[in-house]
């Protein structure tokens, strides 16, 4: 008690992760540490917490280990595949994340990338701007969303947003979970491949990391089929990007409207050269309003903690209080 708590800041200084926890907590910046590597042997016996608003750094069992007083770690974004958050769990630290502020705006970004991809906008767009109208108009899109059936593979808080958009666009919903949702009034799936063969759109909500990776594979864009249209607003790791790339090539499906890779920044330039796919760097929650709303629950989710009141908001691996 009385004691400013050691806060280590893993990735960029945000203004409002800086601003909420510089009065609370002795805030330590690794970002602009000069030498990483002695900064951190110099602090990390004091650290007490970790407010990470980079997912590109692992938080893996080796890192956290680093830090013998950890106590918690408190992550910008819903997806915290970046974080072993179950030896989290199994060592007492507590992981956190920003679930529900994003809910509406990753739907809003996911209805308007399926547009984007089934009526091929941003290629309608790139030939008004080449000047093209005057000489024809822009070809009639092949796709349309009319007698078009989704299947959403996920159906967390974003998954079900995304069902209400589309349930007002008419659009029938499908999905696939392990667990059939009680609460959602759609068709359950329990084999993907069998929902992939009996629709005709699959879009991606669900979390990345090991349990879910290269789920999309070969096969499931096989029977996805000729008119298949995928959308993955989920993690690169979901899908197999090569396999995917190959779909595109030989029209195995007919188009694909990605906000997330396996290697982000970095986007294959097979896939930038085909001109039946729409690609977003990464921006499903990117709006002012949103992040602000992000950034802050790292910072209450640290401020709740040291105030002895718990996480706000924790991950399910890291249930508060404890289960014993
Ligand atoms: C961001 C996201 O990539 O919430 C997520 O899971 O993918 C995004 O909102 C990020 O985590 C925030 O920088």
Redesign the pocket.
């Known amino acids: 008690a009385g004691d400013t708590p050691d806060v280590l800041l893993v990735g960029t200084a945000k203004p409002i992760v800086v601003g909420g926890l510089d009065p609370i907590v002795r805030l330590h910046r690794l970002v602009e540490a000069p030498d990483r590597e002695r900064f951190l042997a110099d602090v990390a016996g004091r650290v007490r917490a970790l407010a990470v ?3 590109g750094n692992p938080i893996d069992p080796a890192y956290m280990q680093r830090f013998p007083k950890l106590e918690i770690v408190s992550s ?5 595949d970046h974080i072993d958050a179950v030896w989290a769990g199994q060592n007492g630290i507590v992981v956190t ?2 679930p529900e502020v ?1 809910d509406e705006e ?1 739907a809003d970004t996911a209805l308007g990338l399926l547009l984007c991809t089934v009526r091929e906008l941003p290629q309608a767009e790139r030939y008004l701007r080449a000047g093209k109208w005057v000489e024809a108009p822009f070809p009639l899109s092949r796709a349309t969303l009319r007698n078009r059936t989704v299947g959403l593979v996920g159906m967390g808080r974003i998954g079900r947003a995304i069902a209400r958009r589309l349930d007002a666009f008419g659009v029938p919903v499908v999905y696939h979970t392990r667990r059939p949702n009680a609460a959602v009034p759609y068709r359950h799936y329990p084999a993907l491949l069998n929902m992939a063969r009996d629709v005709d759109t699959l879009v991606l909500i669900l979390p990345g990391g090991p349990t879910t990776r290269n789920l999309i594979d070969a096969a499931v864009l096989k029977a996805l089929g000729p008119d298949g249209i995928l959308i993955n607003m989920a ?1 690169g790791s979901v899908v197999d990007e090569p396999a995917l790339i190959e779909a595109l090539k030989n029209r195995t499906i007919f188009a694909a409207g990605l906000d ?1 890779f396996a290697n982000e920044p970095h986007v294959p330039a097979e896939l930038v050269a085909l001109e039946n796919v729409v690609l977003l760097p ?1 921006l ?3 709006s002012v309003h949103t ?1 602000a709303r ?1 950034d802050q629950l790292v910072v209450d989710n640290l401020a709740a903690w040291f105030a002895g009141k718990g996480p706000v908001t924790p991950v399910p691996e890291t249930p508060w209080p404890p289960a014993r």
């Open positions: 608003t980079h997912s910008v974004g819903v997806g915290y994340n920003t994003l990753v993690r997330v990464h499903g929650s990117a992040r992000m």
